[in-house]
Structures are given as C-alpha cells and as structure tokens.
C-alpha cells in the first residue's frame, strides 16, 4: 500500500491551466475509476475538488477537472486564480475497502 | 449545518492506548459511510481507516492494522478510533470525514471534514 506518486510542487501564472499528475499502479488508480482529488489550504481542512475521476460536486468551478489514463490521473485546473493557491491531493480506491492518497503536489500561483 | 468535531486527541506515550471520537451533526450519519484521515507534521495527508454506514465493511491502512480499531455508534451519531501500542510515527492530525456515499469503495470521495484533534506520542 504505497502513495501515490504526485509532483512536489507545479507553479502557473494567473489565467494559465496547470496539470497535476497522479500516478499509481493497476491495484489502485489503473483498477478502478475512483479517483478523488482535494483542495487543502494552510491550517484548513481538505475539500473534496473532484471524485469518480473527473465528476465535481456542487460548487466547485469547472475550471477544475480530471480525467485518467491507465495507472495515471491528472487534475487540470485553467483559468488559474490567486486563490487556487494550495496544496492538491489525490486518492484512489486500492480494494479490500482501502484508500491510498498522493503525496501531495503544492500549487504556486505566480 | 453539516458538521464533524473530532476530540480525544492529546499527548500519549509511545505504547500507550487512546480513544479518538468525531461528533457528527446536520446530517443522516448512518446513510453515510466514514473515515478516519491523519496528516503528520508538515506531511500529506495518509488515509487510516473506512467503515461502512452499518460497520459491516471495514477497511484499514497496514500501517495501523493490528493497532487501531474503528467504530461507529449510529444511536449517538458518532465515529470513533480506538488506538493502541501507539508509536512515535502515529503523532499527527486526525481527520474524520464523511464519505459521500454508504458503502465503501465506491469512489464518491469524501466530502465531509472535521478540523481535526492532534495526536502526540512521545516519551
């Protein structure tokens, strides 16, 4: 049960698109189509961004989307605001009722 | 309002036991399955623990199996994380969150957060 791999950090300028990569094996994120990804800003508790690999809930911007490609998920956020300033997370479904989250990618907004 | 207080965090030796809850509120709890989500000291987020809305599936991290127990009390609308020969490595922030869906493994991902009771272990 290893983390996901995700980059460190990524950086954008306002208004740019930026693409996190979350990549796993064929018993976690190529196996099943149960990526999540969460927003979590310093001190503050993770929000759910995306789930089901690339469905939004409620009132979350479609700036945000996912999609996935064999062992590999990415979360593109466009249209990049100040705010969008964060730290990303993905998650996926491993069986046996377990979940595995990424190492976490931070997000510079320069 | 939809909310998650988690409490009964603290200081504990390494080897010791404790008993994490997580109240929930403004919500059906047991439509809903849950989990118990750390993140260590200036590191990511690392999932711990899942229980189905009826407990009847169950799921931990292998870094906690055989140590920690998870529990829910529909009656009392409550979550809890029983944890015991505690390490060093298990210091952390604790989550509980709430799964978008009653099962387990489904993918609706958790939309749902406490903020979140601090677990020390130390000598």
């Known amino acids: 049960q290893s983390a996901l791999t995700q980059p460190r950090s990524v950086s954008g300028s306002p208004g740019q698109s930026v693409t996190i990569s979350c990549t796993g094996t064929?018993?976690?994120?190529?196996?099943?189509?149960?990526v999540s990804w969460y927003q979590q800003h310093p001190g503050k508790a993770p929000k759910l961004m995306i789930y089901?690999?690339?469905k939004r809930p409620s009132g979350v911007p479609d700036r945000f989307s996912g999609s996935k490609s064999g062992n590999t998920a990415s979360l593109t956020i466009s249209g990049l605001q100040a705010e969008d300033e964060a730290d990303y997370y993905c998650c996926s479904y491993a069986g046996s009722y377990k979940e595995v989250f990424g190492g976490g990618t931070k997000l510079t907004v320069l | 309002e939809v909310q998650l207080v988690e409490s009964g965090g603290g200081l504990v030796q390494p080897g010791r036991s404790l008993r994490l809850s997580c109240a929930a509120s403004?919500?059906?709890?047991?439509?809903?399955?849950m989990h118990w989500v750390r993140q260590a000291p200036g590191k990511g987020l690392e999932w711990v623990s899942g229980?189905?809305?009826?407990?009847?599936?169950?799921g931990y991290a292998d870094s906690v199996k055989g140590r920690f127990t998870i529990s829910r009390d529909n009656a009392k609308n409550s979550l809890y994380l029983q944890m015991n020969s505690l390490r060093a490595e298990d210091t952390a922030l604790y989550y509980c969150?709430?799964?978008?869906?009653?099962?387990?493994?489904?993918?609706?991902?958790?939309?749902?957060w406490g903020q979140g009771t601090t677990v020390t272990v130390s000598s």
């Open positions: 969150a709430k799964e978008a869906a009653a099962a387990l493994g489904l993918g609706y991902g958790m939309d749902v």
């Open positions: 089901d690999v690339s």
């Open positions: 064929s018993s976690d994120v190529g196996g099943y189509n149960y």
């Open positions: 229980i189905s809305w009826n407990s009847g599936s169950i």
């Open positions: 403004g919500f059906t709890f047991d439509d809903y399955a």
